[in-house]
């Protein structure tokens, strides 16, 4: 992989101006800019310290409180990496590909920032299996993780006075990368009677002409759905009335025990242009190697144009991706980890979803609508009319961890009041 980039200007044009093949008629009816829907208000320079905070600071939160004794060890139903727990394992052929990466010697140097070619083709090929087109090296920007394909991909949308559609629940990073980006969030709400599946004429009603994008998150966090053939077509069906594309988190693509198989976003890359962020992350259970991709599913060629190219490409400049042997590792992690290895995987985590459904629903106050069918996590309903002295999702959560020493994660944490979530990945 070879290009320039010190002679070449910076011309600042937003990914989301490719897009200008499609006219956007205004619609009416518009919307105030309100960066904080997770609480707090205004814009400005603080938007993104008040467009609330990461999973990961309120379970530090919760953390402080807690009094780990004899009697009551802490559990953690909280965070989900499931790399802490003996029966996660990652796949030992993958660890081992990493050393000889490491051992070679030859790996020490700086990759390209887009990511190491046989990286990047790893990821094409593994992505491609199941579309029904091709992708190539190009289309695959390797990232610190999903976590930086975020960013990437909020980053590139965004413009002056843009606005993203989220999914509510939803994952937080989301809206403290688009308060850092100044990109205006619009939540749409996940319906829980409809097994979190959206009502897309509402998600369609939110929008306007600086609407940039549409997120999906599938298998879905914090909820554990796993989304059918036919919704995943309706998004892209919006998403093309939209004139917008779709943002496909796959972070935990494949990994879904439930009825419904999962099918990825980039399936109706035809129908709207798709960037999938992912990682190995989960599906190997590797959080801490910090390996992701960001990847133009668009055979429709919107985000090729040379010009989007490379301005993705200054971008990746600034970052500083996984390092240069884990990259060059990534096709033999992702060839030689078994079949056997993800089934197991699977395995458990379905395990982990039926006794998460089975007891949950068995506690007064408590409620899981549906059995999680993916993912790491499930949504569980509060009814404080039965409890006593709790005011709300949040109260719960910390009595529980003070009183308990169990951690699970406020629902208002993730813009869903009086519910919780239960990561039942241990
Ligand atoms: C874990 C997670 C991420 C971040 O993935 P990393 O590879 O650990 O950075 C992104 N999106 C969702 C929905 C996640 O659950």
Redesign the pocket.
Known sequence: MSYSTGHVEFIPIPLASCLYLYPISPSPGGHTFSPTHFGGGGGGAMAEARAGSSIKGTIGLLMGIVEENDDKRVISLGM?DPSVYPCFRSPALAEQAVVEALRCGKLNGYAPTVGLVNARKAVADYLARDLPYDLTADDVYITS???QA?DVALTMLTRSGANILLPRPG?P?YELTAGFRHLEVRHYDLVPERNWEADLEAVESLADQNTVGVVV?NPG?PCGNVYSYQYLKNVAEIAKKLRVPVVA?E??GHLAFGSHPFVPMGTFGVTAPVLTLG?L??RWIV?GWRL?WFVTMDPCGAFKQPKVVERIMKYCDTMGGPPTFLQAAVPNIIEQTSEAFHAKTLDQLELGADILYEVVNDILGLHCPYKPQGAMAAMVKLDLSVLEDISDDMDFSFKLAKEENVIVVPGVALGLKGWLRFVFSI
């Open positions: 989900g993780g999903c976590t975020i994952f990073i998150i966090n988190d972070v935990y990682s992350s989960k959080p992701g």
